[in-house]
C-alpha cells in the first residue's frame, strides 16, 4: 500500500485498476537512405504526415463534440504544427540533402525544435516540448507502423496512470474505459489539466514518482478532489472510500435537487453565488448546479489552446454563444489576462525574469491595442445580444483604469460609426488583486461599476508567495489577517460610491474564509462550478450576523493559523456540521 499526495485538478472519487501508459521511447535507428531512394522516403513521410493529420482532424471533431470548440483548438495548434512549412523544410531537407531516412529525419528535426523550445527555460514552453514529441511519437508511430499501441490496448474500465499526458492523449481518452487518470508531472494550469476538467475526467497530477510505483492491473483509489492517490489499498481504505464514494454520489443527487433552492442566510441576506468559467460550454454546469450568473469569464483560454490570436469572430462568437446561453443572467466577461504563468508561445519571444510582476495582464494589452480592440469590439458587438459586463484585470493605477475605459469608449465610437449594434452602457468594472489597488480601492470606485476581488493574485502579491509553486503552498492562504484587512479596504471603498463587490479567487470557495467574506460585507461570490453546491450549503447554514461579529474578531488577530482555528471553532459552535463535506 502507498498513499501519494500531488495536484488535484479535476475533482471526483474513482476506484479502479490501474492502467500503464508506458512512455515507450521509440528507439529510432540513426538510418541513411541512397540519393536513388529520397523520393520514397519523401512520399512515405508524406503519407504519415496526412494520416497524422487526419488522425489529429478527427480528435478535435471528438473534442468539439465533448468539449467545445474552444478547448478543441488545442488541437488546431498540433495540426498547425504539421503543416507548419520551415518544420517541414526541416524534415525535407534532411531527407533530400543529408540522405536521412524519413524516421531519423523526423526525430532530427522535431529534436532540434524541442531542444530550442525546452532551451527556453519558460514553464509555457514545457507544455510545448510535450505537444512537440507527442507530434513526432504520432508521426513516428505512421512511419514505423505501432501507432498509440498502448492507449489502444486499454479494453476495460480504469486509470490510467502515466509520467505524464499530452492534450491530445487526455482527448482521445475513451470516455466509456476511463475512470481518472493520474500523471507524475504537471500542473494545474496545464492543456492536459484543463482537458480533464472539461471532460469531467478525475485527475491528480504532480505526484513525482506514480509511474514507477504502480503495477498493472493493481487496484488504485483517486481523490480528485484532495490529490490524495492510494496504490493497491488496504481492505480497510477501500471499505472507507466505496463508503465516501456512496455518500458522494447520494450528495450530488441531493445538491442537484436543491440547485434552485435560494442562497439566503439564516438571517434573510441572499448572497449571489456565481460561477467561473474558462470556456462557454461551461456554463451549462454552473447553471445546473444552481449558479445565479457568472461572475468570472476567463477569456485568455481562447488564446491558451490556440496556437494563433483568436481573430475578432473567434472572439465574437465565444461571447455571443455565453450571452445567449445566459439568457438575460449576469455575465461578467474578463479582458484578456495573458502573461506571468498564461503566455502562449509565440508571444514570449522576450522572456521576463519576473513575469509575475513584468508585461502581464491589462499592462499587456494596453501595450497591445490592437488586440486589445479587437476583443472589446467582439465584446461590445456581443452586448447588442443580451447583458453582460467587462471586467479588466490587475488594474494598479487609476489612469491604467481609466485607460482602459477610454479605449472601450474609443471602440464603441468607430462600431457606432459602421453601425453595429452593441450597448452603450455596459457596466465597466475591474478585479481588485493587486495589493495596492486594495488600498486605495476609494479612489477606483469613482471610475469603476463594480469590484471583483482575486485572491488567488491578491494572496500571492500580499504574502510574497508564488501562487504556482509548490513549495510554498503551506504559506498561501487567504486567512492571513493582512488580506482580511485589504478584503475590508475594499469593501470601504465600495460602499463610498454605493457600488458592488464580488470574490472570483479560489479562496472564496474556502468554507472558512466564505464566511469572513460575508462577515465582511460581500454579498456575491463566483466560484468553480463544483464548490457551488457546498458554498450554498454553507450559505444556508449560517447568519450574516454571526458572520460580521466571526469577521470583526479575526481582523484583529496575528496569523493565518490563529484565524482559521478561531473560525472554525466559532463556526462550529454556531452551526454544527456547516463544515462537512455534505456527504452524510
Ligand atoms: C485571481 O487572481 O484571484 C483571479 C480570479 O484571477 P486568475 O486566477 O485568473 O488570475
Ligand atoms: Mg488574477
Redesign the pocket.
Known sequence: MEVLRGIAVSPGLVIGRMFLLEDEERRVVRRFTPAANSAEEVSRLKAALETSVADLVAVKERAEDEMGAEAAKIFLFHIGVLQDAALLEGIFNRIENDRMAAEHAVEATFGEWAGRFASMGDSAFTTKVNDLEDLRNRVLGHLMGEHNRTLDELKHQAVVVADDLTPSQAAGFNRELVQAFVTDRGGRTSHTAIVARALNIPAVVGLRGVAKLAEEDQTIIVDGLEGVVILDPTDEQLDRYRARQARMERRETVWKEQAAEPCVTTDGVHIRLMGNIEFPDEIAHVLEVGGEGVGLYRTEFLYLTSDTEPSEEQHYEAYRRCVEHMQGRELIVRTV?LGADKYTQHRVELPERNPFLGNR?IRYCLSDLPMFKRQLRAILRASAHGPLKIMF??ITTVHELRQAKAIVRDVMEDLAEEGVPFDRDVPMGM?V?VPAAAVIASSFARDADFFSI?T??LVQYTLAVDRTNERGADLFTAMHPAVLRLVRDVMRGAKSRQIPVSCC?ESAAELDFAVLLIGLGVRTLSVGSYSIPQVKRLVRSVSAEECARIARRALSLESPSDVSAYVRERVRKAVPGAFDSGED
Do not use: K
Open positions: 489576462d495582464s484585470p490587475l478585479m488583486e482575486g488567488n493574485d479567487g
